[in-house]
């Protein structure tokens, strides 16, 4: 079962600022989040690490 990262997680493990990452998941070039609940979302390990990996 893959772990689901928070914001601050993807933040911390990418570098990249919170409007950046909303920027790119709009644009189709950063995973989309999965909806945790009302006014929650996360990111799926596995797929931030392919986009850093494939970014290498």
């Known amino acids: 079962m893959d ?13 990249a600022s919170r409007s950046s990452i909303y920027l790119w998941v709009s644009a189709g ?11 929650a979302v996360g990111w ?3 797929e931030v690490q392919q986009w850093l990996d494939d970014r290498r």
């Open 44 to 46: 799926r390990r596995s």
């Open 29 to 39: 070039i950063f995973p989309q989040p999965v909806k945790l609940g009302v006014r």
């Open 3 to 15: 772990s689901i990262l928070r914001l601050h997680d993807v933040l911390r493990i990418t570098g």
